[in-house]
Antibody, heavy 120, light 106 residues
Framework: QLQLQESGPGLVKPSETLSLTCNVA??????????WGWIRQPPGKGLEWIGS???????FYNPSLKSRVIMSVDTANNQLSLKVNSMTAADTAVYYC????????????WGQGMLVTVSS | DIQMTQSPSTLSASVGDRVTITCRAS??????LAWYQQKPGKAPKLLIF???SLESGVPSRFSGSGSGTEFTLTISSLQPDDFATYYC????????FGQGTKLEIK
């Protein structure tokens, strides 16, 4: 059974860069599924897709976040990473990593999510 | 940017009811639409993809329909476990989610 687990700091200061890692267990990160994604959810609000990345490194991002986001894949350690720079209070959210289902940009396996709060 | 609008925002219903949630896209997305269920404090769970295809393991009381700009999620007979928030998501261009529909116990 595929399992995804996000990790990183739960508190980030305004203007700093968020760095999150997603550990994938129960399957090789580069088997079957070609793409993985990150989605976030501000407290009490809806879901926002951040971006998706392939195991070969190709990526595409939400145009509204593109200038601040970098995603990467570490196939040796079965991990994904997300960096978001210039964090503000509006970036406070639960951040999820997820497996994209094959060739289409919807998500069939999700991590449990990690709350990141932006505050000084 | 494709906008997704769900209605209603909140729906009150009873166990055994048949309920329908609507999702409208601001432009045609063919059938590139997924539905998710989310319970408090949990990650979303995929229910339906390509507008009407049931994800493996999802009960058959869930069904989806539609194409173009208008889509529906129907639960044929509500069970206690179904009270949750439901989101649609288009994946025709990048990905955008609807604002969610909270299904409450009447």
């Amino acid at each position: 059974q595929l399992q995804l687990q996000e990790s990183g700091p739960g508190l980030v200061k305004p203007s700093e860069t968020l760095s999150l890692t997603c550990n994938v267990a129960g399957g090789a990160i580069n088997s079957n599924s070609l793409y993985w994604g990150w989605i976030r959810q501000p407290p009490g609000k809806g879901l926002e897709w951040i971006g998706s990345i392939s195991t070969s490194g190709g990526s595409f991002y939400n145009p509204s976040l593109k200038s601040r986001v970098i995603m990467s894949v570490d196939t040796a350690n079965n991990q994904l990473s997300l960096k978001v720079n210039s964090m503000t209070a509006a970036d406070t959210a639960v951040y999820y990593c997820a497996r994209r289902s094959g060739w289409h940009n919807y998500f069939d396996y999700w991590g449990q999510g990690m709350l990141v709060t932006v505050s000084s | 940017d494709i906008q997704m609008t769900q209605s209603p925002s909140t729906l009150s219903a009873s166990v055994g009811d048949r309920v329908t949630i609507t999702c409208r896209a601001s432009q045609s997305i063919s059938t590139w639409l997924a539905w998710y269920q989310q319970k408090p404090g949990k990650a979303p769970k995929l229910l339906i993809f390509q507008a009407s295809s049931l994800e493996s393991g999802v009960p058959s009381r869930f069904s989806g329909s539609g194409s173009g700009t208008e889509f529906t999620l129907t639960i044929s007979s509500l069970q206690p476990d179904d009270f949750a928030t439901y989101y649609c998501q288009q994946y025709n261009t990048y990905a955008n989610f609807g604002q969610g529909t909270k299904l409450e116990i009447k």
